[in-house]
């Protein structure tokens, strides 16, 4: 594609998407890693995407109001769920979020066997479709994560662990939808995950690597003709892995100095 104006057309609502779910999800990230259950994304986003497929199932209208209510309910019952198991069996809870994970995949492929674009819908809830965001959603994301980043910020901690989970949920939710469970558990895990010997301004190289794995992803997609989601992914993990060879060096760098 040769036309520059096109090539921002598609890439740049693209990227915006990026930008909003790597900002929203970092800090979580650096939550779940730090609460060792670095699977609950996966878990969450897959029940939410059970609620939109089970919307799909009863033929509701796939962009309106009540597809996001079933999803959004489906992944605040998961949350509270877990944070009864966290409370009751704190020391299987990455196990149980496992089972989660499985049951919810399982849920998702009984209510498509009926359907014969089941196995798109399905890729579609993985993969997700990032090249194909609508610009004039994106004005209603951005607030809806301004709001979660708000009050994760502004609570922190005296969110609890009911209230954590309730918004981790609400922010699975959302990005799912936008970008794919995929995308959705790499913008959460690698970006903390690139970061965690980070000595100093951990929160800004986390942001950094989300960023420029959207930018590289995206732009070898176009140049490469490959799928976006899963290139995203690949250059993501790339820039975490470097970043995290640089961070483990660092201190001993330091030290020898």
Not at 168 to 185: D, E, I, N, R, W
Request: overall charge positive.
């Amino acid at each position: 594609m040769n036309d520059p104006a096109a090539v921002l057309s598609i890439l740049g609502p693209a990227f915006i998407a990026g930008l909003l779910v790597t900002a929203t999800l970092v800090p979580f990230g650096f939550e779940v890693l730090k609460r060792g259950i670095v699977f609950i994304d996966l878990a969450v986003a897959q029940i939410a995407g059970v609620g939109v497929i089970f919307a799909d199932f009863l033929g509701w209208e796939p962009q309106g109001a009540a597809v996001q209510v079933s999803a959004l309910s489906a992944a605040l019952a998961t949350a509270l769920l877990l944070t009864w198991t966290e409370r009751r069996w704190p020391e299987v809870q990455e196990a149980i979020i496992g089972v989660v994970f499985v049951l919810g995949a399982s849920g998702a492929i009984l209510l498509l066997a009926s359907n014969p674009h089941g196995g798109e819908q399905l890729k579609d809830l993985l993969v997700g479709q990032i090249l194909w965001v609508s610009p004039s959603r994106l004005p209603l994301q951005a607030l809806i994560y301004a709001a979660i980043l708000a009050l994760w910020f502004g609570l922190g901690a005296r969110l609890g662990r009911v209230g954590f989970y309730a918004l981790f949920a609400c922010a699975v939710t959302f990005s799912v939808q936008l970008v794919g469970l995929y995308l959705v558990f790499a913008s959460l895990v690698l970006p903390g995950l690139a970061t965690y010997y980070a000595v100093r301004r951990r929160r800004l190289k986390a942001y950094t690597v989300g960023l420029l794995g959207y930018a590289l992803g995206l732009s070898a997609s176009l140049w490469l003709d490959l799928p976006s989601g899963a290139m995203i992914v690949c250059a993501m993990a790339l820039v975490a892995m470097l970043t995290s060879g640089l961070e483990r060096r660092s201190p001993v760098l330091e030290k020898a100095a």
